[in-house]
């Protein structure tokens, strides 16, 4: 890349437009690197190298370019993956503004906000920790809401930060369920996939679980991804990662057995399980606790 158009880049997160390029190469040059790949478009009129990875701050960067805009402020989505607690991949990036996009890659959201829920990470504008969590909370699924809560309060939100947030939101779509969800948001929750399998168990109406329990057994402590301990019954994330290579097996199989011989029994759930067959897990867990709560009344 020549250096006038280098130096462009560098300063704007590794973007570029169509008039910057035109400064140092011909618009046939500028077509030859795009047919052979070796620039890539971003927005309209903004581009890449294939080599650069589209974050968050380039895309957003890309977004301002495109618009024509002074600033631009990362939203939704998109502040969550700069502020650290995006939970779900997402095609789309998102940004405040007064004018609907019509590619399906950026989503202009028309919200209103105020200088207090604005912050700036990278050099990036962003709505704040606090808005980004509650604007999720009340438009995403339960599920993912509540990961993303999860997610944040592990970064440090707090619950009344939460709240007090939640009372700028007055009249938009979901406060409901953000409001309810705030009040189960737990920041021992260690994957957005225990979120959702804990949200699950309650949704079922069983008694409300306890993230990242730790059990102590003569081999040492274990820790379960979500537990009862009244009824010594815990659930695990049976999540592909953790439970698959050459030793995962025999770790699992002893850690079980100490388990076990503890007086715990444990129950597995699959991500098929979780988002769609919640009640393979649920109605066993329900059986056994009422089977505990039946056993210890006879005692």
């Not at 939970?87 to 399906?104: E, I, M, P, Y």
Request: charged share 25%.
């Amino acid at each position: 890349m020549r250096a006038q158009l280098e130096g462009l880049r560098d300063k704007q997160f590794g973007v570029f437009t169509t008039g910057q390029a035109l400064i140092e190469y011909t618009r046939a040059e500028l077509r030859a690197r795009l047919h052979r790949g070796e620039w890539v478009p971003v927005f309209h009129g903004v581009y890449r190298e294939t080599t650069t990875q589209p974050g968050p701050e380039l895309r957003v960067e890309a977004a301002r370019l495109s618009m024509g805009l002074p600033v631009l402020i990362a939203a939704y989505d998109t502040a969550a993956e700069l502020h650290g607690f995006s939970v779900a991949d997402r095609n789309a990036t998102h940004v405040l503004g007064v004018q609907l996009s019509r590619s399906k890659h950026l989503v202009v959201h028309l919200d209103r906000h105020d200088p207090a829920q604005v912050a700036t990470i990278n050099g990036i504008s962003t709505t704040t920790a606090a808005r980004t969590a509650i604007d999720l909370a009340r438009t995403l699924n339960r599920m993912d809401a509540l990961a993303t809560l999860d997610a944040a309060s592990r970064r440090g939100l707090s619950p009344d930060e939460l709240r007090e947030e939640l009372t700028r939101h007055h009249r938009r779509r979901g406060l409901r369920q953000a409001a309810e969800l705030i009040q189960l948001a737990d920041c021992r929750a260690e994957s957005p996939m225990e979120s959702r399998t804990r949200l699950r168990c309650i949704d079922a109406g069983l008694p409300h679980p306890q993230p990242q329990l730790e059990v102590s057994t003569p081999d040492g402590p274990r820790r379960l991804d979500l537990g009862w301990p009244q009824h010594r019954i815990g659930l695990e994330y049976d999540s592909i990662a953790w439970h698959s290579g050459l030793h995962a097996a025999a770790r699992d199989n002893a850690r079980h057995n100490h388990l076990t011989t503890e007086g715990w029994t444990i129950f597995y759930a699959t991500a098929l399980d979780v988002l769609h067959q919640p009640e393979l897990f649920t109605d066993p867990i329900r059986r056994a606790i009422d089977h505990h709560r039946v056993e210890s009344k006879g005692r």
